[in-house]
């Protein structure tokens, strides 16, 4: 997530990245008032008439390569038939773009709509959700056999900034104790099944689209090099937020026979699970940390009730992990 104070609109700024960009000028107005802002600032435009997204991040808020390793990939996956968002090229062709405003450097990406609707509005059929498990299949399958240019960072370089931040940040010892525990923990696992995950394959981030009984994906910004079993967990603890009982059964079965369709999924990636979800808590408990230091006078009650509901998130891990 970002800083706080990278979560207000900020439409001028919108514009001015769009101009590198063709867009119907007639619908931006109320285009742009869609905007949300999390870990990104995204701007809903049209191009052609087509619903297409504008993404700006402040460029001390992401690693570059991480964002020229994204777009790599999502070539990659889209040269291989996967059904990833598609970049849209700027004016002078480039897929990123470095800008330099009065409201500070961005990296701007734009990326055509997919088709469907999110998982997490529809019914979770058995039908969608073995397609669901196809898709996350499929994308570990072509993780396996990607050569990037420019790689994303891995798993050990995001402890590395997780220690960074919470040292800088005035952690408690028990969470500067958790991190250098799971760092022990995964150094002395087998790099089997390990590529480049997703990481937020939730189902807010996949389309289902029932035409065509297929997913297509979006966000593949949080990516990292991983062992596949932390997609695996990050769904299963989306489904449980959503379904509980026979159907949450129902579907991480169905879910997981779509997986098996085009990947491996053994007892060994099942048991690594407890400790992806300890890597995913405390990768968490960081970013939030340094998302909230900060404060501001005056501010608005939104985000005083945003700043209330992130604590509390910090809480509950910090007394999961004492427990």
Known sequence: MLKLKHLFENYALAKTAL???????????????????????????????????????????????NVIG???????????????????????????????????????????KVRGVQIEATNYSNEMMVSYGKTLGRL?????????????????????????????????????????????ELAAMPRTYYGLVHYDFEPDNVFYDAETNSCAVIDFDDGMYHWYALDIEQVFASLAEELSGDSLEAAERAFLDGYRTQHAYTAEMDALRPLMRRFINLYTYARLTRSIAETFDDEPEWLTGLRVKLGSILTSIETGIRS
Request: glycine letters at 6%; hydrophobic letters at 45%.
């Open 70 to 112: 994204e777009l790599e990939l999502i070539e990659y996956l889209i040269r291989n038939g996967f059904p990833a968002l598609v970049p849209i090229p700027a004016k002078d062709g480039a897929v990123c773009l470095t800008l330099h405003t009065e409201w500070g450097d961005y990296y701007a990406t734009a990326f055509r």
């Open 140 to 184: 570990h399958a072509l993780s396996a056999d990607f050569i990037p240019t420019v790689a994303k960072w891995t798993h050990e370089d995001a402890l590395d900034w997780i220690g960074e931040v919470l040292r800088e940040y005035g952690a408690s010892g028990v969470m500067l104790a958790e991190r250098d525990a799971i760092s022990r």
């Open 19 to 65: 101009a590198r960009w063709e867009h119907d000028k007639d619908t931006l107005d109320d285009m742009l008032s869609r905007f949300r802002i999390s870990s990104n600032a995204i701007y809903p435009f049209r191009q052609n008439g087509a619903v297409c997204f504008l993404r700006l991040a402040p460029t001390d808020e992401k690693l570059a390569r």
